[in-house]
């Protein structure tokens, strides 16, 4: 499998923006989907974002559509996730990951993780 790395992650205030980059090292990603999760402390993992590595299939969270952007650059193996408008409740660790064809939303059928990028919202 491709090791997955993130990055981008860091402080911003409330309204403000940050782009992650999920970078694969070692092979070319082939997995189906690569996913996007968060982790605050004391919570569950939770789907924000997906993407279909070859068709560009775009999956969100209700409560990032409009904010969120998930888009991927396959010459370079790396994912991304644009993040505008952000708010403290969108605090988190945030991994990305590579899954299948099915329940692209459910962590439980992502099989390779990064090791996370921590972002933290201000109010």
């Known amino acids: 499998q491709a090791r997955l790395v993130e990055s981008g992650g860091g402080l911003v205030q409330a309204g403000g923006s940050l782009r992650l980059s999920c970078a694969a090292s070692?092979?070319?990603?082939?997995?189906?989907?690569m996913g996007w999760f968060r982790q605050a402390p004391g919570k569950e993992r939770e789907f924000v974002a997906a993407?279909?590595?070859?068709?560009?299939?775009?999956y969100y969270e209700n409560s990032v559509k409009g904010r969120f952007t998930i888009s991927r650059d396959i010459a370079k193996n790396t994912g991304y996730l644009q993040m505008n408008n952000l708010k403290p409740e969108d605090t988190a660790v945030y991994y990305c990951a590579a899954g299948g064809d099915l329940h692209v939303t459910r962590r439980e059928f992502y099989g390779n993780w990064g090791q996370g990028t921590q972002v933290t919202v201000s109010s």
């Open positions: 993407i279909t590595w070859s068709n560009g299939i775009i």
């Open positions: 070692g092979r070319t990603f082939s997995s189906h989907t």
